[in-house]
């Protein structure tokens, strides 16, 4: 069988789709060796961005930009037209980052991240707002079979589009097995020392976006500073759209020389911040998944996070649930964590297994079962 797997994601450096992309495709290779598999990507190509393992792999390449590529896609759905010629021959095309070509010759998989769009308009800038409401009905329907990545993401999107719920097959994403406990205690008072200034601090990665809800994370500091607590705040985590008011709510509240924006951070640094934190907290208002709480329990924080989307289904009981628009309740739980060594000891046992269910190596051996009934259909 070949299969053509959209990494373009992965080349233009997005960071929780590219992750999801580079992951699973990392394991398909390494799982099916009787595949034969193409990257397919689209505007501009950064061969550096893929890992090592994929780079010798073939590919194909529409050298048109995202937006261009985009409305060329969604026009080719509203008119009936086939975009075969643009990919190579393939039994099989898996598109990974909500945009799918229509395609007479292949079978198609289409993943589903989330339906942010739908619950939050007003968190997308209006362009992209506008694609998605129009073409997102099209590649649902187009598609052979749905991967969504949790149960939460398949009940939005039977919710919204009245699809079958047989199409849509749950497949968790994974953690990387690198992402483990760090006990070294030099190695957490380097992290310390690099990120936080030598002070205590609470930590947040992903994306600076609205819907990561920060400037609540920012107002739960500055009660915890009220309270007396010495802590920073670190958020890891580059600008995403619509980001000024998260660095202006900073300065409107006179935190922000409590605050560290440290950008991107190397994976090989994410294990000793996580051991280094005295709490990781993460009060998103909406996600398809949730990587990065998932990440801070595999590597030992104890975690606090928001009782909303599939973050319960992600973090089980591994985790301290919180309304995310309750700040005093944030604080509340974030404090009592920060306070009780006996309490913290037990989130880390519990995180560090929970994490243990969600690997690559099943998310690619499930992905391989999808494919396999998608092709045995006429």
Not at 61 to 76: K, S, T, Y
Not at 211 to 224: A, C, W
Not at 335 to 356: H, N, T, Y
Request: with cysteine; glycine share 6%.
């Amino acid at each position: 069988m070949h299969i053509a797997v959209d990494v373009s994601s992965v080349v233009h450096r997005k960071a929780g789709l590219g992750r999801y992309a580079a992951a699973l495709v990392e394991q398909l290779v390494t799982q099916d060796k009787a595949g034969r598999y193409t990257l397919f990507t689209h505007g501009r190509f950064d061969a550096d961005a893929l890992p090592p393992a994929l780079r010798a792999l073939p590919r194909s390449h529409v050298p048109l930009d995202p937006r261009p590529w985009r409305m060329g896609v969604w026009l080719a759905h509203a008119l009936g037209v086939s975009l075969d010629r643009a990919l190579p021959r393939v039994d099989l095309f898996h598109a990974t980052e909500h945009l799918l070509p229509p395609l007479k010759n292949a079978k198609t998989v289409f993943t589903l991240h989330d339906l942010i769009f739908q619950f939050f308009p007003e968190y997308h800038l209006p362009l992209n707002r506008w694609f998605l409401v129009n073409a997102m009905p099209h590649f649902l329907r187009r598609a052979d079979a749905i991967i969504a990545v949790s149960e939460c993401t398949k009940r939005d999107a039977i919710y919204f589009y009245n699809l079958p719920p047989e199409k849509i097959t749950v497949i968790y994403e994974g953690v990387n097995p690198a992402l483990r406990p760090v006990d070294a205690p030099e190695l957490i008072d380097q992290a310390r020392v690099r990120y936080a200034h030598g002070q205590p601090f609470i930590f947040f990665l992903g994306t600076i976006e609205p819907r990561k809800n920060i400037p609540t994370l920012i107002d739960t500091l500055r009660v915890l500073r009220a309270r007396g607590l010495p802590h920073r705040l670190l958020i890891a985590g580059r600008k995403g759209w619509l980001y000024r008011g998260v660095f202006e709510h900073a300065r409107a509240t006179g935190m922000e020389n409590e605050i560290d924006f440290l950008d991107y951070v190397p994976d090989a640094d994410l294990p000793a911040l996580f051991a280094a934190c005295d709490a990781f907290v993460f009060p998103s208002l909406y996600e398809g998944f949730g990587l990065p709480p998932l990440e801070a329990l595999a590597c030992g924080a104890p975690v606090v996070c928001s009782n909303t989307s599939s973050l319960p289904e992600v973090v089980g009981d591994a985790a301290v649930l919180v309304d995310p628009r309750d700040v005093g309740e944030i604080a509340a739980a974030t404090e009592c964590v920060i306070g009780d060594p006996s309490r913290r000891a037990e989130l880390r046992a519990r995180g560090i297994a929970q994490a243990a269910q969600f690997s690559w190596e099943r998310a690619a051996r499930e992905t391989l079962q999808v494919y396999g009934r998608v092709m045995a259909t006429q």
